[in-house]
Each structure stands twice: as structure tokens, then as C-alpha cells.
């Protein structure tokens, strides 16, 4: 990359409820992102948002309600729309253009005060054809489970076991939702929501206000001892129809394959020393582990089982709880970058793995089955 | 600053009440447009940007989603830009650091609405604060009009005199759209017709205001590498970009002498290297939903002082044989597919510094300005292209 871009201090709020209303909810956490970094507003130059508009938080046009409480008052701004890691990328983009020395990145969803995750997500559909049969976030994950588990003998258990791992990962992270230390029966045994996605095995609905500052090189330099780069980036997308997809073979593979050839990756199993996944599904973090080249094809259950995943193991996934521990929509993939962030500079505090962490990926993904995924590394 | 980045070529729906079309069907419209004019193909885009307005307009959340194929999207890598009615010229924007930054050569970018299939203003009225703001403005025409009466109290302008130059902005946009085969209302209107047709919020009136239309478009965006590997002659170089946002709640800053409107086109003038925007712009594309509001951005951009905007309109100062002719496509007054609408000003500025508008070119445009407007008068961005790099 030509000219690098560095994040220098990270800010996040818990997931659980909270009282604070939107502006001020948002403006500690940027406050509290710029005070890290021992910056005041004026010093900082641009901020790209992430938020969604009125299917989360009962407000057309997100970025005009917390325009000013995320420090964006008469600043160059912009705002991406989904997918916080967008945002991510687009900031560094301003950086590298050398238009801008600093940048603020915000993720907001203010979970609380949404509707249920599928009631959003069921806008996602057409009007004509999906919308009417019910097709929802959490339907087209049962189906891909239904189909993963069966193409590749993986089993009930080791998709429960993904559950079992992070929520007790997010016992050790303070701002996580849900946390607590279960059995693999609990998890099969809670609720079954959509067969065969039982309710543990789903993500919750948590607040997430989260803020990075960037900076370039030089001036990233100047700002900390510890700066973590931003190595590689891309995303992709798929195609529309829910029924023309093979909801295996999606597209997490390309965007991964761009970030790895932009890190200088070559054998992401060796070369990642810890990853923050966004599996709002259980099943998922396996799938997606699979697809970032972590384990072979239909190797996600054998890699959980291996322990490979765990928070002491070779390649730790979701150390934080991952989002089935913390599940602000929008604001979730920025959310796996500053837990990244923070286990790289060894900042994690009690969930901070054992090993030395150099190289940290972060992905985060929306839309039914993974239709949209992005991916960054991070590296010291 | 940044490696140079240049509009290569556009794709316009023919906008208006598209009811024969699907919304998906209307962005692929555009997109096939904008390869067809570049003669690329979707294997040359190395990245896709899209936008709109919120997802209660047309009721489809996270269209980038449902526009994957449309937009020959799939398999690319993908960002989604939203910022209100400056959506389009944040989509311009995003596609040019995307390109500027090193980090892809070739990105397409898509804006698109389809607002016939919705309820424009109960849309926009819940861009607004919902616990005070929200009872008080309805839909877009509440907060223009406030703002149009706050701009002659402030500079002592005779609302007669506004009047005019009102009326005579609506008659000269709408007769400009015949000129512009894309354009959406077309209208011959005399300057009584404006001034007699239906109050819509005092002092706005019927024609005095954009259309609800359904439209899109798509332009592709490339680096300095790319534009000389393809060989490409007459291409819009991005010269200045700015955007600033403001005050949430409506009251809270003064409306007609505008910061977000005077600081982004001013961080545009810096990087473009431009002092006397009246003389140093050929043309302008100034987003324009309400006649009153375009005089506030003639005055907020340069174009004029403050107060003066009236008179030179009436003087033809802005009209199409004028010094600075301002949206000699009929602007957004006559076509207003919000989520594309930003990008269709940039869109139309490339096209006069490409010498390539048709009817509607402006002869010998060098430099030119595109203009969006978003949030009850909170965002404005500005993206300037010149034909010389």
C-alpha cells in the first residue's frame, strides 16, 4: 500500500441496553475514542459513519440525528450504509489519498430502540417474491445450515459447540450482551426458533456505538507507540435471488483472497494469528473459517473440535464472543476491527489471548446467507 | 494530492413515472447505458458504489442487495453511500478516493430511485427529530419555504422581487428540459403560469417545486493509468470535491448565510484552484428542488453577494446565454430521482466539460460544478470537474 494508514486508538459502549439517548450515547464514545488518542475534534479531519436509516432507529437518513454528537459538525463527512467495515475502508481511502492526515471512524446502531433484527432484515427481500413467502435473515441461515450440515456431515453438536465457545469467551469482555457458560445440550435444547437454529445458536440484539480513529503514517507515528495498520481490505458481493445462490460456495472466498493478496498473504492458516468473525449463526463461524481459508472445505466442524478456535488455541475465533455475544447490525464488523485492534497491541484485557498476536483479520457480514462480506487485516 | 481521477463516461435512465419498468430493471437501465457509452464491459470495473435515499421510499432496505445484479455488482467488491438528498455526490465522492486512493482503477457508481413506488414526503418528514422537529416539517416544502423566508428578512430582498426571479428560474429550467432527452417534466410554462399556479407551502408554489421521479444513474470513474491505457481523449477530470454537514435540529443555525453550503463549494474553490467562481466556472449544476433555494446557492457558492442573487437572475446573469449558466439540463427543478439526483448534477457537469451534453451543451465549458443538497437543509457536497488535468 502505497501510502499507509494506521489506526491509533479505539473506542466501544456495551451492548447490553443502555439509558443514553442516541446523541449521547454517541458522544462519549467518540469522545472517549479522541481522548485516547490525545486529539481534540478540531485535529481531526474527516468522519465516515455507519449506520443504517429507519428500519434501524426510526429515523430516515441515520447520519443527519448523530451528525454533530459524532463530531462531524462542518467536517468533510460521508457515511456508509449496511456494513460498518465499509466505513472502515472508505476513512482509509480519505487517508491514503493524502487529502486527509486523520479520519474518524463511527459504527452506530442503537439496538434498543430498533425492531427485531428480522423485521429489518425481511426489508432486504424484493416486494414481489421473497417478501411474500417470509424470507428473513434467520430463514436463510436455516436453510444454509440445513444444507451445510448436510453436504459436509457436519454435526448439530459442533454448531452448537461454536455457541458454547463464545459466550463463554464474552464472560472475560465487559461489553459484551450475552455471555455465560453452557453446555452443548443448553444450546440444543433452548428454543428452536427456525429449524434447525435453536435460539442460542442466534445472535442477539445489542447496542454498539463504536469509534476508531485513523491516522497516516506520519502522523500515526507521532500519535502512538503502538500503531496497528490497516494491511488489507476488500469485499464482495453476491447475487440477489436467494434461490440462484449455492449457499456454500458464496463469496466470502474473493473478498478474502483480495485482502490476503493486498496483506501479503499467502497461507492465511499460518499467517493469521487471531480472527474476529462476524457469525451471527453459529453454524456460520465454521462456514466462514472455511471460506478464509482457515480449514479445509467442509472442515468447520473438525477444526472446532480440534480446539484450534478456542481462546488458548493456534488460531483464536472470536476471542470477544464473536456477535452471537454482541449484536449491534450495522456497527458489528467495525466492532470485530477494534477487537482486533486490541488484541494485537495486547490491550484485550481479560479475554487478550495467551499468544503473541501480529496479524489479525477482521470480517464482518450482512444480508441473507452472507450475501455481502468484507474483510480487513489488521497488523502491527 | 492523491493520484488524478477522471470521469470517463455516464449512463441516464430517461427519468420520469416509470411504471414500466421494475425498480431493478430501471438501475440496469443506466448501468448498460453508462458500458455502452464507455464501451467497457463489467469485467473492467474493479469496484461498485451505491446509493439512495432511505429505505422507506420505495420500502426495500439495503438496496445494493437487491441491485447486485442490476448493477453488474456481483462478485465485486462493494461500498454503500448515503447521506440524504447529497447522496449522489457522496456516491461521486466515494468513487473518487476509491480511485484516487490507489485502491482500485476503474469504479462504477450507481445512484437510483424509484419514487413513484412510494410516499416521497413521509419519507422526508421522517428525516426529522421525532420528538419536537418531526409535527412541525412536512415533508421537504416545510423547511424550504421557512428557509426562503428567512433569506429575504435577512438581506431586506422585496418578496416581489423574488418573486420574479423565482418565476423566471422555473420558466428558463423548464423550457432548458426540452433541450435534455433524460429530463422528466416537460412543460412550457410562462412566467404568470409559475406565479398564479398552487400555493404548495407560501411563498412556494406549484412550479416552483421538482417532480417526484423515478430514475437513475451510473457513472464510471478512472485513474490517470487508466484513462491514457484506454486511450481516452475527452474525459472529466475530478478537480475539487467538498461536503460539510450541520446542525440537526432546524433552528439551530442560520439558513441563509449557510456554512455547509459555503464551506463545502469553498474546499471544492481550494482544491480547484478556482477564486472567482462566476468567472473561473463555465458552468454549474446546482442542485435545485425549489427556485428560491437555487438563488441562496448562487449566493452561498460565490456566484453573486448576499441579497444579490434576485437581480442577477433577472438580468439573466445564470441563464443559458448568461455569464455562469446554471442547469442548463433543467436541473433537478425538472427531474428529481433523489438518490440519483446528486450524481446526475456531476453526471451533467462531466457531460458540458466533455463537450458531450447535446441541445443542452453550454460551448466551450472548461470547468463546471455539480451540486447536491441533503437533510432538511443539513449537507451539501460539491464535486467540480474541468476538461484539462
Redesign the interface.
Known sequence: ???RVAIVAVSQNAGAESKDNFYDQAYRVVKDALDKAGMSREEIHTVVSAS????HG???????????SSA????????????SL?AL??A???I????HDTALVVGLCKGSENPENDT?TH??????YQREVGLNETVAAALQMRLYMERFGVAHEQCAKVAVKNLGNALRNPYAHKKGIYTIDAVLDSKRVIDPLTAMQIAPKSEGIIALVLASENKAKKLTDKPVWLKG?????????FGDRDLLNG?LK??AS?AYKMAGITNPRKEVDLAEITEPYAFQELLWCEDLGFCDPGGGGKLIDSGATQRDGALPVNASGGVLANNPYVSRGLQRAVEAFLQIRGEAGEHQVGKKVKTALAHGT???AG??HAVAILGS | ???PVAIIGVGQTKHGRRMDV?Y?DLVREAVLRVFEDTGLTPNDIDG?VS?T????ME????T??????AMQ????????????GSTGV?IA??AF??V????ADIVLAVGHEKMNEGDSQA??T??C??FYQRHFVAGAPGAFSMQSRVWMDNFGIPEDKVRDAAAYISKTHHDSAFDNPYAHVKLRVTIDDVKNSKIITYPIRLLDVCPNSDGACAVIFASEEAVRKLGRKKVAWVKGI???????YFGDSDKAVW??AI?AAK?AYDQAGINDPRKDLDVAEVYNPFTFQEMMFYECFGFCGFGEAPDLVLKGTFARGGQLPCDPSGGTLCTNPIGATGLIRVAEAALQVMDKAGDHQIPGSKMALGHAM???D??NGVMIVGSEL
Open positions: 500500500m502505497a501510502n443504517s436509516d429507519i428500519f426510526g429515523i430516515s437518513c441515520a447520519n443527519a440525528y448523530y451528525w454533530e462531524a459538525f462542518l467536517k468533510p463527512g460521508s457515511r456508509q450504509d449496511g456494513e465499509f475502508a472508505y482509509a481511502m480519505r491514503m489519498t493524502g487529502k429489518c426489508m432486504f427481500t424484493d416486494p414481489f481490505y476488500s469485499s464482495s458481493l453476491d447475487t440477489f435471488n463469496q474473493n473478498a483480495r450482512h444480508g441473507f450475501q455481502c | 494530492m492523491g493520484r421494475s431493478p461498485v446509493g435515499m432511505p429505505s422507506m420500502g426495500v432496505a439495503l445494493h442487495f437487491y441491485f447486485a445484479d455488482a456481483v462478485g465485486k467488491p462493494i461500498m454503500k453511500t448515503e447521506t440524504c457522496s465522492h466515494t478516493y476509491w484516487s486512493s490507489g485502491m419519507t422526508m421522517t428525516v427529530e421525532p467538498g461536503f460539510r454537514g450541520e446542525e440537526y456554512q455547509s464551506q474546499e441533503g437533510g432538511a443539513q449537507f
